[in-house]
């Protein structure tokens, strides 16, 4: 009996170390209440095959805090009604120039639907290999999401593409119903685009000129988003208006034209006239004003200290 009784301590030790082993190789699952708990989730594949982790505390975006995208963030926000809605909707492209409010976005509608049911999945390029397991972890959930895959583009020789392509359109499995991929890029067709891939386009026995199959392959992935929406560079005006409506927000005290003036220099600099150069250059404005503001209070208490132990009738 003292045997068999040491025999079955050590095999409980055994199997409390083979299944700390297991949730450490695969991690721990998501509570059953997560997609109520939580509004955002992220793809971890670097355990075991892959699994949910929920975002405590995602970073939101205001999208009345986007200027001069107006009409396609519109765009973005009926379509985006019309899926938290039950109603047919489609997958997003968000394609366009660096630092335009793409990603943005895509955050905002988090913090405008969130409460009606949407939440997002973020999963980055290199796991779209996970994305049937993604796909099926959502199925039958009463939530609404966003697969999100944010700058996203693939180089020639890579096949990732095709995870995605499927689940856009063409497998013999659907995407669930209540899942939407919504993706942003710099590059409208996902894919790099060179002049020889010209070279296959012929006319045919009507006379119609034909695609050759490199650039069919290519416009493939991206005609699988149902709508495509472009965020470009903005013009002198837009891009001071932006900075004038940071500025007010974080407080600027500086004279408005000589902030214009830097933040056209600013801008100059970085070859960019941006939402995000905006706020980049105004986030220095405000904590250089700030570090001045300490400096000056710093040195009024050394005077009224010197003031106050200056000896009297001295």
Same mark, same amino acid.
């Given at each position: 009996?003292? /045997?068999?009784?040491?025999? $079955?301590?050590?095999?409980? #030790?055994?199997?409390?170390?083979?299944?700390?082993?297991?949730?450490? &190789?695969?991690?721990?699952?998501?509570?059953?209440?997560? &997609?109520?708990?939580? !509004?955002?989730?992220?793809? %971890?594949?670097?355990?075991?095959?892959?699994?949910?982790?929920?975002?405590?505390?995602?970073?939101?975006?205001?999208? %009345?805090?986007?200027?001069?995208?107006?009409?396609?963030?519109?765009?973005?926000?009926?379509? $985006?009604?019309?899926?938290?809605?039950?109603?047919?909707?489609?997958?997003?492209?968000?394609?366009? +120039?660096?630092?335009?409010?793409?990603?943005?976005?895509?955050?905002?509608?988090?913090?405008?639907?969130?409460?009606?049911?949407?939440?997002?999945?973020?999963?980055?390029? *290199?796991?779209?290999?996970?994305?049937?397991?993604?796909?099926?972890?959502?199925?039958?959930?009463?939530?609404?999401?966003?697969?999100?895959?944010?700058?996203?583009?693939?180089?020639? +020789?890579? /096949?990732?593409?095709?995870?995605?392509?499927?689940?856009?359109?063409?497998?013999?499995?659907?995407?669930?119903? *209540?899942?939407?991929?919504?993706?942003?890029? *710099? !590059?409208?067709?996902?894919?790099? =685009?060179?002049?020889?891939?010209?070279?296959?386009?012929?006319?045919?026995?009507?006379?119609?000129?034909?695609?050759?199959?490199?650039?069919?392959?290519?416009?493939?992935?991206? +005609? /699988?988003?149902?709508?495509?929406?472009?965020?470009?560079?903005? +013009?002198?005006? $837009?891009?001071?208006?932006?900075?004038?409506?940071?500025?007010?927000?974080?407080?600027?005290?500086?004279?408005?034209?000589?902030?214009?003036? =830097?933040?056209?220099?600013?801008?100059? %600099? /970085?070859?960019?006239?941006?939402?995000?150069?905006? #706020?980049?250059?105004?986030?220095?404005?405000?904590?250089?004003?700030?570090?001045?503001?300490?400096?000056? %209070?710093? $040195?009024?208490?050394?005077?009224?200290?010197?003031?106050?132990?200056?000896?009297?009738?001295?």
């Amino acid at each position: 009996m003292g /045997r068999l009784g040491a025999l $079955t301590l050590s095999l409980q #030790r055994v199997l409390k170390l083979a299944e700390r082993a297991l949730v450490e &190789f695969v991690g721990e699952p998501l509570p059953h209440d997560a &997609f109520e708990r939580f !509004r955002a989730f992220r793809w %971890d594949a670097a355990h075991g095959s892959g699994r949910l982790i929920a975002i405590d505390e995602p970073d939101v975006y205001d999208l %009345d805090d986007l200027i001069g995208v107006d009409r396609v963030v519109a765009k973005l926000i009926a379509n $985006t009604e019309q899926f938290v809605a039950g109603h047919p909707s489609n997958h997003v492209l968000l394609y366009g +120039d660096r630092g335009t409010g793409k990603s943005s976005a895509v955050k905002g509608l988090l913090g405008r639907f969130a409460d009606r049911g949407l939440r997002i999945v973020e999963v980055q390029k *290199n796991d779209l290999i996970h994305l049937p397991r993604v796909l099926a972890g959502l199925h039958g959930a009463p939530q609404r999401f966003l697969l999100f895959c944010d700058d996203l583009s693939f180089d020639s +020789d890579e /096949r990732l593409y095709r995870e995605l392509k499927a689940a856009l359109e063409g497998s013999l499995v659907a995407p669930p119903d *209540n899942v939407r991929i919504i993706a942003t890029s *710099n !590059r409208r067709h996902l894919l790099p =685009e060179k002049v020889l891939d010209a070279r296959g386009a012929h006319l045919d026995e009507s006379g119609e000129l034909r695609l050759g199959e490199t650039v069919d392959e290519k416009l493939a992935l991206s +005609d /699988r988003f149902g709508l495509a929406l472009g965020f470009f560079a903005f +013009d002198q005006s $837009t891009y001071l208006s932006i900075v004038e409506y940071h500025a007010m927000r974080a407080g600027v005290r500086s004279d408005p034209e000589q902030v214009r003036e =830097e933040a056209l220099r600013w801008a100059l %600099d /970085r070859s960019s006239r941006s939402g995000r150069t905006a #706020r980049q250059f105004v986030d220095d404005l405000a904590g250089r004003e700030a570090v001045a503001g300490d400096c000056r %209070d710093s $040195t009024s208490r050394e005077v009224a200290h010197a003031s106050r132990s200056r000896p009297a009738g001295g």
